[in-house]
């Protein structure tokens, strides 16, 4: 029956597919790309074009990583609102002119990364609203002077790492972009850089990078063309020659503030004079990778009282000596990572009175450097990537206002009580990536203002009871892959404020999850706990559920990645978490969800329970989470997404099913998420004929769900299709289906039959009726063009069974007596002409129809014919030719139809020959009468049509009555 049914949609499908019923594309599912917040995702996809199926409502389009090698003219036609593109690694060598004509709202066009040669004229015409172009990595070699003549908005220029040479090319850039802010041409082939060679000052640009051209040899300003610069970034320069700083007025930098001259090969005077140009303006200085004279620099720029920050990364230091910094009074911020420090001097930063940010990140220091001790204004301190092995009690002595220690990637193995008992302003400590298996006392009485903590990545294998019970301004503890195995009763114990505990890799089980454990967390509002080795037996519900004291909880994150064995989820698990927004169990490869499992979340709006061994998902299970918007339920061996049709999900947004084991989806399923924008159904292999028909147009006219990688949905069914795109399956296809063919023959049969069936049935008689009304109206307009002249005078109709009353009684006394010229049909009919036609002919040349009515003759088939034929020229031609002969009674109450007519046309040429038994003569002389009346205007025609028919369903009842 079910087969029936979708047969029968099917055809219907076909049908309207086939007499282009379907209705125009507004495709929202894109071939290549997907949309996320309004913006065409389409990188790494191998794509060669841009594609042309994006809507014109997308406001970003990352075309990034892909093997595009052209942009043609059309590429772009419709993105009006566009503004952001990013065209990031691809092949690009040729851009097409007015290509970007069409994108009048683009801001940020980003083709780094490509094979551009030239910048050609009018290229970015149309881009007047652009403010950032980003060029950088390509093989730039010339830029026509009026390039970028249309980009009046520009702020923004990275030209870096092409492989420009000439200052006239910057020049045409500077003069056409007046709003030019920041220009990148670092990375060419410049070699001088002149004042002479600029036209006009550029009064708005704040930051130029020229790092990096190293056969840059002349840096020389005679006018002040950047009156405004303030960052001037010149690392790496002058590799092959020692370059040549000429500036005519130490006026004219005077406003750069941001100096890196990391690399720069200059002669120590060059650099005096640079720096002393900078004398009132400068605060931050980057000297890292300084080859030699570091210890002159750093004098002289510590001798710029401005100077605040100083970069000195990657210049070999070992040690810091007591007079390395020892002119360095307002440096506050220090940065001296990727060195070789070893410093166990006491002095080394002495002189860094102001210091509040110091940088030893990736040294060689094996223990928490003295000199850091007693750094009164020290607030941030980073110590990670060393090979420091332990902290002493003194190692952060007075270091009251630090906000900020961080000693991760170190060789830390265990904590002391007193670690870090003076830093009382402390917020972030990172200690994660050290061997720490023993926290101790260390967050039992200090710490009381510690927000972040991470422990992440040690080996820390048991939490004891009220291990952090000081930290009660903790909101954030990172506890994830160590080798927990133990959370003691009151392990959290003081965690008061701690919104965040990340628990995930670790070797928890069941009996750790427990209320004396979790119940102290009372404003966590995020619990992971994925990938430890929790395993429930049961469905059944448990005793102290694990979580009913966090009703602030919102997200909740268990069970384990690689946990072999089959579990369950306790269907009270959940209880008390009224809060829960977010809830993921994913590959714990539970078999099955009871019903009730939700019931306690009734706010939540995530769930994630992927990669388990589900098959089936009762759709009870989401009577109690009625908001939820998303759902995940990839790799769980679905096969059929019909829970989704009772589930009720109204408020579901986003569906990602992938890798499941149902090929078919239906209109049924889809239309119970009046909701969804989103689906994800990747991996699923389909079913190519029509049982997916409906999916196919859905996916391709629907307007509001997006179906993500749909033109990659392969066929898996029929065989023939396996590997081909469901969604290139074309609709012909479906209808030229031998299946389809067979089906369509069989159901037409079918209908006809039984529409044959119906008629028989119930309307025959009407149909032989209007068959041969039909027919008599044909013979009818024949005969009346013939305009023939009447050749008897009455044509007799009778029924075989009367024929010895025809001619011992009638015929003698009509043909003999009374002269009249009879038509009788054994005599008078033609042989061999059909005899209809014959019945047809013989009433249209006589002038009447004398019809001898008996019971025989209104059961004889031919009979009736005739009166037909007759009553139509009475009703049509408006002549009474009918002259009725009863040649027995008929009673009434067996004809209660005819009856009542009988009366009616009795008044007229009715004659009873059985009445008539003792009135013979009486009877003829009527007869005669009625054959004499010649061209009667018909009285009453229309109730004497009605009489026949009467008649004629009188003979019907006769048929029926014999069957
Ligand atoms: C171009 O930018 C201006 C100013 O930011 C804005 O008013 C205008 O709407 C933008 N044009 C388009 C087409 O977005
Ligand atoms: C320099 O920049 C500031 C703000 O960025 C601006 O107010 C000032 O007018 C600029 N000076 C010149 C000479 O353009
Ligand atoms: C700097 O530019 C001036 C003016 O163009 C020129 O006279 C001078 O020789 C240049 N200096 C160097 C070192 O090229
Ligand atoms: C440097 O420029 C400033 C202002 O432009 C001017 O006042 C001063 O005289 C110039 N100094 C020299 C040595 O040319």
Not at 683 to 688: H, L, P
């Amino acid at each position: 029956n079910h087969c029936v049914k979708l047969l029968f949609l099917r055809a219907l499908f076909c049908l309207l597919s086939i007499t282009g019923f379907a209705v125009p594309v507004t495709a929202y599912t894109l071939k290549r790309c997907r949309i996320s917040r309004n913006k065409a995702i389409c990188t790494e996809s191998h794509l060669t074009n841009i594609p042309q199926d994006i809507p014109a409502r997308v406001i970003g389009f990352d075309l990034s990583k892909n093997r595009i090698s052209k942009i043609k003219v059309s590429d772009f036609k419709d993105l009006k609102n566009l503004k952001t593109l990013y065209l990031i690694k691809n092949n690009i060598s040729v851009i097409d002119k007015g290509a970007f004509t069409h994108l009048i709202a683009l801001q940020v066009l980003n083709l780094n990364t490509n094979s551009l040669t030239e910048v050609e004229d009018n290229l970015f015409d149309g881009l007047s609203n652009l403010t950032e172009l980003r060029l950088a990595k390509n093989h730039i070699q010339a830029v026509a002077p009026s390039a970028f003549q249309s980009l009046t908005n520009l702020n923004f220029l990275d030209l870096g790492n092409n492989k420009l040479h000439s200052l006239t090319q910057v020049k045409s850039i500077l003069h056409y972009l007046p709003h030019l802010q920041y220009l990148w041409i670092g990375g060419n082939n410049f070699s001088t850089f002149q004042s002479s060679d600029f036209s006009s000052k550029s009064t708005k640009l704040r930051e130029l990078d020229l790092s990096g051209n190293s056969n840059l040899k002349v840096f020389n300003l005679t006018t002040d063309i950047f009156p405004n610069l303030t960052s001037l970034n010149l690392g790496h320069c002058g590799k092959t020659n020692s370059m040549i700083w000429e500036v005519h007025n130490k006026t004219f930098l005077g406003r750069v503030s941001n100096l890196d001259i990391s690399g720069l090969n200059m002669s120590l005077e060059g650099m005096k004079t640079l720096l002393e140009s900078l004398n009132s303006s400068l605060i931050s200085l980057r000297m890292s990778a300084m080859r030699r004279n570091v210890q002159a620099l750093i004098n002289i720029s510590c001798g710029i009282p401005s100077l605040s920050k100083l970069e000195l990364r990657s210049n070999g230091f070992k040690a810091v000596t007591q007079n390395l910094f020892h002119l360095c009074v307002s440096v506050s911020e220090l940065d001296l990572a990727s060195n070789q420090i070893r410093c166990r001097s006491d002095n080394c930063f002495r002189s860094l009175r102001q210091l509040r940010i110091l940088n030893l990140k990736s040294n060689r220091l094996s223990s928490v450097p003295f000199a850091t001790r007693n750094l009164p204004t020290l607030e941030e301190l980073d110590l990670s990537f060393n090979e420091i092995s332990a902290l002493g009690c003194q190692d952060f002595a007075n270091l009251t206002t630090l906000r900020k220690l961080s000693i991760r990637q170190n060789m830390i193995s265990s904590l002391k009580d007193c670690a870090f008992k003076d830093l009382r302003q402390l917020q972030v400590l990172r200690l994660n990536n050290n061997y720490i298996s023993n926290l101790n006392g260390a967050f039992k009485n200090y710490l009381p203002n510690l927000i972040s903590l991470t422990l992440n990545k040690n080996r820390l294998t048991i939490i004891r009871k009220g291990t952090f019970a000081s930290l009660q301004s903790l909101q954030n503890l990172s506890l994830h892959e160590n080798q927990i195995n133990r959370l003691e009763p009151g392990s959290f114990i003081g965690l008061t404020n701690l919104t965040i505990i990340q628990l995930q890799s670790n070797n928890l089980t069941r009996s750790q999850i427990n209320i004396s454990v979790f119940g102290a967390l009372k404003n966590l509002k995020t619990l992971h706990l994925m990938e430890n080795h929790i395993k429930y037996d049961t469905e059944d519900k448990i005793v102290d559920p694990p979580f009913s004291q966090l009703s602030k909880l919102e997200t909740l994150l268990i069970f384990a990645q690689h946990y072999r064995l089959k579990s369950h989820l306790p269907q009270n698990l959940l209880q008390g978490l009224t809060n829960l927004l977010v809830f993921r169990t994913r590959n714990i490869e539970i078999l099955s969800l009871h019903p009730d499992t939700f019931n306690y979340t009734p706010l939540l709006k995530e769930l994630d329970i992927s990669s388990n061994e589900l098959t089936d998902i009762p759709a009870q299970l989401f009577s109690q989470i009625k908001n939820l918007e998303k759902l995940y339920v990839s790799r769980t061996n679905l096969r059929s997404l019909d829970f989704l049709v009772n589930a009720n999900l109204t408020k579901l947004r986003f569906l990602q099913v992938r890798k499941n084991a149902f090929s078919v989806i239906s209109e049924e399923q889809l239309q119970s998420l009046p909701a969804l924008d989103y689906l994800d159904m990747q991996g699923n292999s389909f079913t190519c004929n029509c049982d997916n028909a409906w999916f196919l147009q859905w996916v391709k006219n629907n307007n509001q769900t997006q179906v993500y990688d749909a033109y990659n949905f392969e066929c898996n069914y029929p065989h023939a299709l396996k590997g081909m795109k469901l969604l290139n399956i074309d609709f012909h296809t479906c209808s030229v289906d031998i299946g389809f063919i067979c089906f369509m023959s069989t159901s037409c049969t079918v209908i006809l039959f039984l529409l044959a069936f119906f008629t028989y049935h119930f309307l025959r008689w009407q149909l032989v009726y209007a068959y041969y009304l039909l027919l008599a109206s044909l013979f009818d307009k024949k005969q009346r063009n013939k305009q023939t002249s009447h050749q008897y005078d009455a044509f007799v109709s009778y029924n075989i069974h009367d024929e010895p009353w025809v001619l011992r009684e009638l015929l003698p006394k009509l043909e003999g007596e009374q002269g009249w010229r009879l038509c009788l049909h054994h005599r008078d009919f033609q042989p061999g002409k059909p005899i209809l036609d014959n019945i047809t002919d013989a009433i249209y040349q006589s002038r009447k129809t004398l019809c001898v009515i008996s019971r025989r003759y209104l059961e004889s088939e031919w009979c009736s014919r005739e009166i037909q034929v007759a009553s139509f020229r009475l009703f049509d031609e408006r002549k009474d030719v009918l002259i009725l002969v009863f040649l027995e009674e008929i009673p009434g109450w067996q004809l209660t139809p005819y009856h009542r007519i009988r009366r009616l046309l009795r008044r007229r040429t009715y004659l009873s020959w059985s009445r008539a038994e003792e009135h013979r003569g009486l009877f003829w002389e009527k007869l005669r009468q009625a054959l004499e009346t010649k061209e009667d205007p018909v009285l009453q025609s229309k109730k004497t049509l009605v009489f026949l028919k009467k008649i004629f369903y009188y003979i019907l009842s006769q048929h029926l009555l014999q069957e």
